[in-house]
């Protein structure tokens, strides 16, 4: 018990609000450091407590593996100092998982947010995830957070498999998008002892989430709207609820739409509308239809941000 | 503008706490109405606001068109003045949803629960539910609350639909059972200068429900926490958001056993051991197997309620 | 052993082909019991094993107790003596589906159509569904036919529980419309030694349950192309599988269209261009869209069906 | 329609049966070179059209870019001329399935199969799979064949696009894993004038394939009872089918055994009772549980095969 008091004590502190970020491509869709500076600097005069580096928005699985390390790295360099890097470093295979974690540590990373390997579901128990983290996280170099996103993966970590990671001295926390607020609050009850942190993976449920206990966000939308989710999230950690639902509200459709409804298209597509650089995805990824992107811009509009 | 606000301002209150009440049987499954009797004498001593009668919890579809009105005659003799009667008519045809209403508002009840018809579900879509849910508003003699529970119907009753009904004179909430709290919010958002109630279908959601702006809970662990399940809901409405998070952490496990976990006989059997007539369920309902009870019980003493 | 070879023997042959009657409604929706016999008068003409009465496509969850009865009544005049008269009696309820099945049966019915109970889904698993099965089959005058409709019920009977159900002496076959190929051979394999008999629930793969051991099918598209279902069958019977095949292949796309695509709304338009009276739905049923209507006509029209 | 004509004249036979064979890994999860061409040895003396190298099967998504590579060669050094090496090139981005189904056909396959992406698979409507596959067919010097698995990828490569893509000179057939039969006889009969090929994705449905019209399969049955699997198809291309259905019932337990209900791990077992090579799965896919081990073995037993 003493033990893992201490660990909780010294566990990395990873609350606040992080944009996911995209990753901005050239017409030939190659990797575009230089717009991708941009977005950084940008990025670094807003209040994040980090980034994360190929989160889902970052169109990770259509980069080769030494892509996602060169990204890691190029953000690295354009990093404020007191801001962490959280390195998206999962694979579907416990080996390749465990190098691309070793690899993003040593090109920057502070700590790593391994998503559930999902390719063969059916038999992604919780022994075999348990087994999958324990190997990822003895191995890795800095903290790992847990990443469970069912609308990617078909898949949601089980809460019985996330407590008992959670008393893993190098497993930090959890990135929850599922968005099943039950869930979350159960997690926090369940995990809290250890100083477990849970994120979630969402604006369209930061102030619930808050509400039931979580200490921070990885929001797609804050690639967009950064400075009002992360004032959503000090009206609630200052307790301000009222203010923070008034807040909440506008920002649930715009983030619907840049994540379930029209996905990163969307998001880079926004982004183009708030002064950063989106642009195009690459294959299969297609651009909005017209239509799609009336509507997209509706959601803005009709919500006070355009 | 004007009529709409007029609207709201008339709309019936439906804010605070009910249990959806169980129907007790007797050996030979037909209904118990002493037991019945019992059970609403202590109900009647707890801060609810009402009662819901033939919720999903109550085995509605399990009881005759006869016994469904009868047992809505039989509370309603018991029920405190001040208190709701909010019987549960909905059918499957729009016909039979309006006859049921007209005999259930007959027999006392102050509002109703219209679940969406779901048999065929591929056709639902919100042209189908708008046009059912006017005709059975239309011809109401109390008002009517939506009631939307995928869970057992396989059917979320979509925004949109919500929205266009809200504007019904005649149509005063939502029991959202979904448990989406985005869209919890959502419907918030976009109904709430209509006047429209939002009620929290489940304790397991209820705190990060009253966080987004929802005024209330249909709860079926309230058949058994019921005094703890309102203060919750209290120290929601008071903003004392840090008690009401422990109060609610210890609440979401006792609340799935008795819900999505173990289904109405765990709720009958938790009821027998907070003092109340719980008993068995209609076939093909069966009792919890053992290893089932053991469990249960298990997540009621692990939160200090056993 | 002997015991259930002789069942086996004694059991009620149902091989062959039925459209699941639509119910004919006045446009105030009343049942049209004159347009109903119009319809049974065509369809006496055609090679019909029987009529199924209160499948799916009949709207039963639309009837009141006493009209389901009063139909079976209706079909059962007209009805040559020498076909079955197959009466969907299920209700969520055991006590409620066995009543049905004795009015039913008392009102003419040569054997029963059991859907699955399925609003409690979570607690329908085998224990429970053989238990009902098993009460209904025991008190039932007539013999019994499992009915397995997940895409209204959300709920596909376990094969568990079918092969055990099988060694029911009065439980004779099973409808299965969910259309898992490899479930319905494994049904067949596993039942055939009880004389168990299994009927495609649709015409979409009516050849392939055939190729497989189905003996015949409850077919929407019956209803609308009843000859050309029979002759597809009796290809079937006959080995005449390369002709079976290409009528198969003309009977998909119009029976996804008045099934699963644009359901008993579609079902009923398409008899009317056939000879049929199909008429109005109960609402909540709608009325098909003109676009809707053009694709439906364009699925029968390019199979050179219209 | 003469140049689509003589393109269906042109396109490659691939009908007949495939396993996709399993990569047998070092118990240090290194690819086992040896014990694959051990594998492939015993294979070369049955029957096959070809081998599918890196279907679901394959763990290809746990194997780096090089080891698909790799192993594609290595098979091909051993695979009898006569026979076809599918190879399974897809990847998440277009560059990248590109890039591999070079880097395969350099390595000596004969065709491709690719799979549908799948990450973002609310973004994987038709437009982007037509654009995605397009694009693979256009530069791919060798056949490409279509592979829709729902159950590991979530998706379900929609009949249009099929129809669409059924049309370049360069996409030859469809590997179907989904396995409803209505779907595959429609894509069949919208097709074939295309001289489109239709190959069943498992053993458990492959009668009835064969019954609507598909010209082979690939199972993963086949790397254990391979001889037994290339009996079912010639007794369905010989129109034996009442012995073909006697075969086939007794491969559906089996089949359902080592792919949906267990997994690779549960083929890997059954191979090493088939004197092949099986062994350890990579992690994080665990080895089955003494239990689960037990009713794989029933499953083969009871039908005769051990």
Redesign the interface.
């Known amino acids: 018990r003493n033990t893992s008091q201490s660990a909780a004590k010294k566990r990395l502190d990873i609350s606040g609000i992080y944009p996911p970020i995209a990753t901005p491509f050239t017409q030939s ?1 190659d990797v575009d450091y230089q717009r991708l500076d941009d977005n950084l600097k940008k990025y670094s005069n807003l209040p994040f407590r980090g980034l994360v580096v190929q989160g ?1 928005n970052g169109e990770y ?2 980069l ?2 030494e892509e996602r390390v060169q990204v890691v790295k190029r953000v690295k360099q354009t990093l404020p100092e007191d801001q962490l890097l959280m390195a998206g470093s999962g694979c ?5 998982t465990i190098q691309m974690s070793q690899q993003m540590a040593d090109a920057g990373a502070d700590c790593l947010l391994v998503v559930t ?1 999902c ?6 128990d919780s ?3 348990i ?2 983290y324990t ?1 990822v996280a003895d191995s890795s170099p800095v903290p790992v957070v847990l990443y469970s996103v069912p ?2 993966t ?1 898949l949601d970590l089980p809460v019985d498999a996330i407590i008992q990671l959670s008393q893993h001295p190098n497993i930090v926390g959890l990135k929850d998008s599922g ?4 869930r979350i ?2 997690v ?2 369940k995990t809290r002892s250890q100083g477990f942190q849970v994120l979630a993976g ?1 604006a ?2 930061l ?2 989430a808050y ?3 979580a200490v921070g966000g990885v929001c797609a939308l804050a690639n967009v709207l950064g400075q009002q989710v992360c004032d959503l999230a000090q009206l609630c950690v200052s ?1 301000r ?1 009222d203010e923070a ?1 008034e807040l ?3 920002l ?2 715009p ?2 739409a840049v994540t ?1 409804q ?4 969307a998001l880079k597509q926004a982004m183009e509308w708030f002064g950063y650089h989106g642009g195009v995805c ?5 651009p909005l239809s017209k239509a799609d992107l009336e509507q997209l811009q509706v959601k803005f509009s009709s919500n006070g941000w355009l």
């Open positions: 869709e889902s699985p259509y080769t593996p579907e295979s416990t080996r390749a390997p390719f063969y579901r059916g038999r992604m022994r075999a995830l087994n999958h190997k609308a990617n078909g968005g099943d607020i039950s609050a159960l926090v009850q969402s369209g449920f102030m619930a509400a039931v206990g307790g609820w639902r909440q509200y506008r649930i459709e983030n619907t379930r029209y996905g990163v298209p690459r294959s299969p990824l297609q």
